[in-house]
């Protein structure tokens, strides 16, 4: 195994050389090379088209690379290791309607576990546990739709802890929620102690959430360092399509 | 937009006909539908005999005899099939009320109304007593194609997502000043609708994505264990089993 960036620490996501090009020929990964130690949260910021979702199919090996490695725990994402890799990376989609298709919630947080061949009383531990961890406990015999979309995002998060990732992928934690919900999700994120990569162009959220941010601009990592620095550049944000919302200013927000 | 918390044909209830395993219901309500095909048609006491069955176990399971009864309207378009056989069909005729009717036609009309009345009963209860999603683990449990379960299963939860998706297509169109008067609108309902098939399936591949994400190999894994003791699977046997001699004893009189 590389070892971690600079403390030795055990790495949690290695992606080396990265690229990546969609069967019609659009190239949408140029070299991405990034490394997240465990128990970090790293925000993965970019504009739109940037390439964040194709980076992110890339680490759970729906997609596979055209050149270069993804690690993780330092297990490389191959067909053989498929299986493992999609236990250790745990993704949350964009649209919770996409990932909770089972006809419960209960159901759906233990579709995970149970393809990993988890059952009875351990299966029933985990579903519980996932669901509290994310405030849905409540919530585990009701059909998905008739949850509010905060509560349903709430979930799909849930149905990826149920699987005891090395790494949580979020893709677009904060779209389309209204600011309580919103807070609740971060207050949840906040408290887990799993490794995070959150995808997002919400910079206030990432700098609520995340201690250190990537920019992915045109399929490469065009910095890396502290969210709060990262932020205060605006050079660098218009460099990158990336605007703060109207009056925010990061120095007004300690940590 | 969602209808209440339970489907629209569930009639929640905690009564022993709820209670029982959905696989043996299934089996219960399909041997009943094959012992009531099995009868004579001539054999008007067992016909009888199965609607006293059918009365049996909807008072057992609290269904109230009206909600049958209106349950009943899916029917129709076989009842108008049926009373048209006596008109139209040949053979022996005879005079009822001054009108000719064929005589091998009513009984072809009565053997069709009665058997699938009795079995739409059959089904009617076996739904109110069963919700969709257990039926379709009942299903499962029996080895019933795994592909068309799931293919059921994701109906069952995609419907109103993809109803709720034509809703705000139908409102955005009709913000923007359209009226569906005559046939000159198709063109543009008929592109919604393309366009609402293009969504579902995109949505289609991102479920199968996220499904791929966690673990999915093809098969459904096993959740709930829908274990059925053998006094369950009699229990449920006594209907069918009580048809199927009703018939049995029908076509050794008739």
Known sequence: MTPGSDSGTAVSLQVSGLAYAYPDGTQALFGVDLTITRGERVALLGPNGAGKTTLVMHLNGILTAGHGTVEVAGLPVRADTLREIRRRVGLVFQDPDDQLFMPTVREDVAFGPANLGVRGADLERRVTHALDRVGMLEAANRPPHHLSFGQRRRVAVATVLAMEPEILVLDEPSSNLDPASRRELAQILKNLDVTVLMVTHDLPYALELCERSLILSRGVIAADGATRSLLADDELLAAHRLELPYGFAPSAHPR | ?254
């Open chain 2, 1 to 254: 937009m969602s209808a209440g918390h339970h489907h629209a044909l569930y009639l929640p209830g905690d009564t022993p006909v709820h209670r029982l395993p959905p696989q043996c219901k299934l089996i219960a309500a399909m041997g009943f539908a094959v012992a009531v095909v099995a009868t004579p048609r001539e054999a008007w006491g067992a016909f009888g005999v199965d609607v006293l069955l059918l009365a049996v176990v909807a008072a057992v399971a609290r269904i109230p005899p009206a909600l049958v009864l209106r349950r009943m309207v899916v029917e129709v378009p076989f009842v108008l099939f049926a009373v048209a056989i006596p008109f139209i069909g040949l053979g022996e005729r005879i005079e009822v009320l001054g009108v000719s009717l064929s005589l091998p036609g009513l009984w072809a009309a009565w053997n069709i109304l009665a058997k699938a009345t009795l079995g739409v009963v059959a089904s009617i209860l076996l739904a109110a007593t069963t919700e969709p999603r257990m039926m379709l683990l009942g299903a499962e449990r029996l080895r019933l194609p795994a592909l068309l379960v799931q293919i059921a299963m994701f109906m069952l939860r995609y419907m109103s997502v993809i109803l709720d998706q034509a809703r705000r297509m139908r409102i955005a169109r009709e913000s923007r000043g359209f009226v569906a008067r005559d046939i000159r609108q198709a063109p543009v309902l008929a592109r919604s609708a393309g366009a609402l098939f293009i969504r579902s399936y995109e949505r289609g591949e991102r479920v199968h994505l996220a499904m791929l994400s966690r673990g999915y190999t093809g098969q459904m894994p096993v959740i709930d264990d829908l274990p059925a003791s053998w006094r369950q699977w009699s229990a449920a046997a006594v209907l069918p089993a009580l048809a199927l001699t009703t018939a049995v004893v029908a076509r050794s009189l008739v």
